[in-house]
């Protein structure tokens, strides 16, 4: 990883040590001083360009212990260095942010401030009303929870044929035509799964009255109303994710169904089960898109530039300076994810990649989030290079949908429509997981007391509601405990209805490119560049997509991944 600042401290000392909060103090201390000396608005903009300075730096330097913690779990120095972050920088930095943030919704030269820092200004205050600073520990004790979680996941492998595997080379196995290997494959992962049940059960129930009572601590009845707030969710109500849901039933869960319907046939196999949903249906092998982790980098390069030159741009930033961290192995974290350097103003991405095509889908998803990071890049204030998250996945939505087209890069013409035709329908799929996760935590928050039965039973009516039409007889037991294995319920609660906002906006896009490319792409090349200097529904329409996840908006979209389906089949 080759980094450097992309603008010039002029507040911070260069040598000073991020990690060590003595020699913070003193930092903490002048931007104090500064800020009660604050006379005109002109010395408040001045500050806070010093403040979003220390911001950055203080991000990367979190951003990089997180990063080096996930490339390899097992390290006991980077988990020392991580737990460091969590346990002791975090805690001492909170009560001083929050007092300087206090102190600034107080000045009069605050309310005067231009319109440019409108959106700021309504997240200082509300950072302000929701903060307490007995939750600092309890804060501090979730993330050291959460770490447990990703410790317990990260470590997780089978022994399958004579060798030990992770999890992810497990999942490839799951697109083999052979249903009795497949078969065998998902009940070794289940079984090694539900090893640690009771571990991440226990973890969970704690994370659950820390957060409780990190809520009751802020003056909310519960977490999930405190959480909108912390998420600052100004435009949508916790009304409008159940009418979400519902919408998501009626017009999406049917059409998951018939997909699924299909499938059974073409498999010909009754009941449909688990180990057949990963399968191609025209018993056809999995995608093999690539051998090396070098060869991904390379044809998505070749993928963002024949889609714009711009992208081609972005993408060489992140190979020239190493910013990936790419291959599968033992002892790092699973998943994906994009992470940005916010005093170098790059972005970082991390996956686990095996040679399956779902490894490029990631690839083109965080790409789209690290185009995101690099055209907010020149946004004045640490707090607008980043969006929220429903227009952030927008970025990585959007981005894999955009370069569908162009999967020519790793396969012949039969198989990119096979790809794109499993894209579509793996989005259709998607919508009523998220439902279902998002409604399970809906209820978990509003039901803080209830007992580990109860959530199971919860959870598997969601399933009932929101699921398809594949069986789990004999397997009652890993169906109850299928969320274990979805890191957000753990890590970010609530995070992850942004997902279904979002993927309607980025099939919105999709639309729009159908129609007009070019246009569309300035259209989202434009929205990105804002990061989060702007409202949502105001980021929406800069990328020309309308912010709304009702009926109106997903009747017709769901109509045109049927009709794109049946194009893409014939």
């Known amino acids: 990883m080759q980094t450097q600042h992309f603008v010039p401290r002029r507040f911070l000392p260069e040598d000073v040590d991020l990690t060590d909060t003595a020699q913070l103090a003193p930092i903490f201390d002048r931007l104090k001083t500064a800020l009660v000396a604050v006379t005109s608005v002109g010395e408040l903009e001045t500050w806070l360009a010093s ?6 730096a203080l991000s990367e330097s979190s951003s990089l212990a997180y990063i080096r913690m996930t490339c390899q779990t097992d390290d006991a120095e980077r988990e020392k260095a991580y737990l460091h972050i969590v346990e002791v920088v975090d805690p001492w930095l909170k009560p001083r942010q929050f007092a300087l943030l206090q102190k600034l919704v107080s000045l009069p030269e605050f309310k005067k401030l231009p319109p440019l820092y409108a959106v700021y200004c309504r997240s200082a205050e509300a950072q302000v009303k929701i903060y307490r600073e007995e939750n600092v520990a309890r804060e501090t004790a ?3 929870l959460t770490q447990q979680y990703q410790k317990v996941s990260g470590g997780m492998t ?6 030990e595997q992770t999890l ?8 083999e035509p052979d249903r009795a290997r497949r078969a065998l494959a998902w009940e070794a992962v289940t079984e090694r799964r539900l090893q640690d049940a009771d571990k991440l059960d226990d973890i969970f129930d704690r994370l659950l009255k820390l957060r409780h009572e990190i809520a009751l601590a802020a003056g909310f009845k519960d977490f999930r109303d405190y959480t909108f707030a912390n998420y600052e969710r100004f435009d949508y109500t916790p009304e409008d994710c159940l009418r979400f849901h519902a919408a998501i ?7 998951m169904r018939e997909l699924q319907s299909q499938r059974r046939q073409k498999l010909e196999v ?3 089960r688990p180990w057949d949903l990963g399968v191609d249906p025209d018993h056809l092998p999995p995608l093999q898109p690539f051998e090396e982790s070098s060869e991904l980098l390379r044809k998505c390069h070749h993928i963002f530039s024949k889609l714009d030159p711009r992208f081609g741009d972005y993408f060489q930033i992140l190979r020239k300076q190493e910013l990936v961290d790419l291959d599968n192995r ?11 350097l916010s005093e170098a103003r790059v972005p970082f991405i991390f996956m686990n990649a095996v040679g399956a095509h779902r490894d490029v889908e990631t690839m083109l998803h965080e790409a789209g989030h690290a185009f995101h990071a690099l055209a907010a890049r ?8 980043g969006a929220p998250i429903e227009f952030c996945e927008v970025a990585s939505m959007g981005m894999e949908l955009l370069a569908a087209p162009h999967l020519g890069e790793f396969y012949p013409e039969d198989d990119v429509r096979r790809a794109r035709r499993d894209h579509l329908e793996g989005i259709i799929k998607f919508f009523p997981w998220m439902a279902a996760v998002d409604a399970f935590q809906h209820w978990i928050y509003t039901h803080p007391q209830h007992t580990r039965e109860e959530r199971a039973a919860q959870w598997i009516a969601l399933m009932d509601r929101f699921g398809g039409i594949e069986d789990y007889s004999g397997y009652e037991t890993c169906r109850a405990h299928m969320w274990h294995r979805q890191l957000h319920i753990f890590e970010i609660p609530f995070y992850y209805v942004e997902y279904g906002i979002a993927q309607l906006g980025a099939l919105q896009l999709w639309q729009h490119a159908r129609a007009n490319l070019s246009e569309a792409v300035d259209h989202y090349l434009r929205g990105l560049a804002l990061g989060g200097s702007r409202p949502l529904p105001e980021l929406f329409a800069e990328a020309g997509l309308a912010f709304d996840f009702t009926d109106k908006t997903i009747a017709p979209l769901m109509g045109s991944v049927k009709e794109s389906l049946v194009e893409l089949a014939s």
């Open 158 to 163: 089978v022994e399958f044929e004579g060798k």
């Open 378 to 385: 020149e946004q004045p204030l640490h707090a607008y290079r």
């Open 142 to 144: 979730v993330a050291k």
């Open 270 to 272: 009754d009941p449909l």
């Open 168 to 175: 992810a080379r497990m999942a490839r196995l799951q697109e």
């Open 330 to 340: 033992k002892g790092k974290a699973p998943g994906g994810y994009q992470s940005t």
């Open 249 to 255: 039933e009626h017009h999406v869960v049917p059409l």
């Open 51 to 56: 403040h979003s300075e220390v911001c950055a």
